[in-house]
Structure formats: structure tokens, C-alpha cells
């Protein structure tokens, strides 16, 4: 038995881990046109040097980042605008040029070179099992996310335009880390159109295939929030009922094995519910991205955390890996080298002691 900070008495201390994240954006090209994202419907950027890399990283250090997710759309590697750019880089193609920012990312940093460590985790949708070969040594984790389970949505406006989102295909998708043992990051979105029903058989469908093949980390359940120019820009976001309900669903049928996280930087006064209902991580937390930085972020987290703490509900930071994965022995040799110059620690030596630290721009 606990007590909280108002006096109640409860039964045990429950806990919730998070991560802080920096994403960078590589490219909005996509193949596709899902109704509630607008990648296809808002300007690109140029594929970020090199030079631009190293200054993102730097940010995210010193926002006091965990990792760095790496996005692009689906299907982009034959585009001519892609193929071109990466080879004005010097690189033979877009996958060749994904494992270099990965191979960077992930040898910078440590103790010994005075900087936090990051990790890499790609957002890109499937990667053939070609490339995935060539990504593997530089790779910790991948997010593969089914979207969801329910194929009414492919004339629906969610994925009318997204015809490789089937709940067979994208299954198919996520078998191919598993034939590489990469770890891999799945889940659906919620408030999408879906049929409420379509929870449970993505949670069954995913528990199925990491019974085969065991390389599913976490199971993410994403809120759908409208975005401005998508199709779906007029649409009113998931309600927290809604999005409390789906995480009991989903953690009534999910493998226990499997970490399940509902993400909620955008709703942090979810953080007990979600514990109770049976989530056990909220995912990520920008702390900034391409674009711009989200200030307003560790003072939102440090609230959460309390706010927690006062339900007894205890809030905790993780590493991109689970303890699980980490302790695999097949992770690759340039993974497990990052992992240990995380744990070795160094906060503070560049500064970085955490992301309630006022950074110097
Ligand atoms: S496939 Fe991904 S990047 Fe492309 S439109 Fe859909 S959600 Fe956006």
C-alpha cells in the first residue's frame, strides 16, 4: 500500500514510461494521400545535409532528446526528385542515404566524446527486405504502424487514397523486421472512421504475428487529431472516452509481452486514466523537430508527472529499447555499443542535463 499526496491510501505504486523525442522531418514526399496526414499537401524540404543533421542533433541534445525519429512518406524511393537529391549527396539511393543519417546518429555521442547519445528510430512505412538488410546494423527500432484493422476505411476518406494500408498488407509489411529480428514499433490510429471492433482484431492480428516471430516492441494506440490542408483537416479529433476505450480493448486482447503505449503529448491529463485502463507507456514527446521547437513541452511533462504522482501513478523516462530487446544478443554491434554509451550516462556534460534546461539557440 501507497498514499498519495491528498492522503488516499491505494494499493501499489503504478508506473508509465514516456521518452523524449526529436523528430526530423527528411522529406513529406509520399507515394500516398491518407486522409489525415498532409504530407502530400504541404511543401517539401530538401533532404537535409550532412551538416544540417549534425546541427538537429545538437538541438535535440541539448533539449535533452532520447532519440531521434526519422520520417518520410511511403513509396518514395524510385521518385526522380528523391533518387537525384540522394545521389547529389553521394549516395547510390534514398535507403543508402537513410543509413548514412542513421550511421550518424548513432555513432555520435557518449562519454567519451562529451555528448548525450541518441538513437535512430525510423517512421516510413514498410522497407523492402533489401534495404531493411542494408539498414539493419544502423538500426535500433522501426515504426511500422497497421493504422488500422478495419479495410472499410479504403473508401472512407481516411485511406481511400492509401491502398496499401489493407490490414494484409501492412501485416505482410511487418513480417519482414521480424525475418531480421529488428525490433519494431506497430499500432493503429484512433477516431479515424474505423468500427470500434477493428481494435480488437488489430491487437489479435499483432499478438498472432509477435507469437511467429517476436519482434514487436510496442503497440501504439495514436489519437487522430485533425491536421491543417489534410482531407480530413474539418474533422473533430478522437474524445479522451474514446481514446480511453480503446486502450481497454486493446490491452484486453494484446500479448502481455508486448509494451503498449497510447500516446499523449497532446492530452497529459489522460496519463492515470490510461495507466488504469491498462497502458503501461505514453510514447513519444516532442521536444522539437525540424521545424521548430516545442517549448512548451518539459513544463507540460513535469506537470504530468506530478499530476500522476498525486493519483500514484509513478512517470518515468525510457530508452528507445525496451529492457527486452536490450538484452537480445543479436542486436547489432554499432546498436549495443550506442545502448551501452546510454547507460555509461552523460548527462550534463554537454549541457544536456535534462529538457527542463533553458537552451542556448
Ligand atoms: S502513407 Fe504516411 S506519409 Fe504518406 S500520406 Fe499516408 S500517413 Fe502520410
Not at 524511393?77 to 548514412?100: M, N, P
Request: overall charge positive; glycine content about 8%.
Amino acid at each position: 500500500m501507497c498514499r498519495t499526496q491528498s492522503g488516499k491510501l491505494i494499493s501499489a505504486m503504478q508506473s508509465l514510461t514516456y521518452i523524449p523525442d526529436f523528430q526530423i522531418v527528411l522529406t513529406r514526399r509520399c507515394a500516398f494521400d491518407c486522409g489525415y496526414c498532409n504530407f502530400r499537401r504541404t511543401a517539401t524540404p530538401v533532404l537535409p545535409s550532412k551538416k544540417q543533421i549534425v546541427r538537429l542533433m545538437q538541438t535535440a541534445r541539448r533539449l535533452g532528446a532520447r532519440e531521434i525519429t526519422l520520417v518520410g512518406g511511403e513509396g518514395i524511393a524510385h521518385l526522380q526528385e528523391i533518387v537525384s537529391t540522394a545521389r547529389y549527396y553521394g549516395f547510390a539511393s534514398w535507403f543508402d542515404y537513410v543509413k548514412f543519417v542513421c550511421e550518424t546518429i548513432l555513432d555520435a555521442g557518449g562519454p567519451q566524446q562529451g555528448r548525450r547519445p541518441l538513437l535512430p528510430r525510423l517512421e516510413m512505412g514498410p522497407v523492402s527486405l533489401t534495404d531493411l538488410v542494408k539498414l539493419k546494423p544502423f538500426l535500433p527500432v522501426m515504426t511500422l504502424l497497421i493504422h488500422s484493422a478495419d479495410d472499410g476505411l479504403q473508401s472512407r476518406p481516411a485511406h481511400a487514397h492509401a491502398p496499401q494500408k489493407t490490414l494484409s498488407q501492412r501485416l505482410a509489411a511487418l513480417e519482414l523486421p521480424g525475418q531480421l529480428g529488428i525490433p519494431t514499433i506497430t499500432g493503429i490510429m484512433v477516431g479515424i472512421g474505423e468500427e470500434r471492433g477493428s481494435w480488437e482484431r488489430a491487437a489479435q492480428a499483432v499478438t498472432n504475428l509477435n507469437k511467429r516471430m517476436g519482434h514487436i516492441q510496442n503497440f501504439v494506440i495514436r489519437p487522430f487529431y485533425p491536421l491543417p490542408y489534410s482531407a480530413m483537416a474539418k474533422q473533430a479529433p478522437v474524445s479522451d472516452e474514446v481514446l480511453i476505450d480503446a486502450v481497454g480493448v486493446v490491452r484486453g486482447v494484446l500479448d502481455k509481452k508486448i509494451m503498449l503505449t497510447v500516446e499523449l503529448q497532446h492530452r497529459p491529463h489522460l496519463a492515470a486514466a490510461a495507466a488504469k485502463a491498462g497502458a503501461d507507456d505514453l510514447g513519444r514527446f516532442f521536444l522539437g523537430d525540424s521545424d521548430r521547437l516545442h517549448f512548451e513541452m518539459p513544463e507540460s511533462i513535469e506537470k504530468m508527472i506530478a499530476d500522476a504522482r498525486a493519483e500514484g501513478i509513478e512517470i518515468t523516462e525510457r530508452m528507445p529499447l525496451t529492457d527486452n530487446f536490450i538484452r537480445r544478443r543479436e542486436l547489432p554491434q554499432a546498436v549495443s555499443m550506442a545502448l551501452a554509451r546510454c547507460r555509461q550516462g552523460n548527462d550534463g556534460k554537454d549541457g544536456s542535463s535534462g529538457h527542463l534546461e533553458a537552451i542556448g539557440m
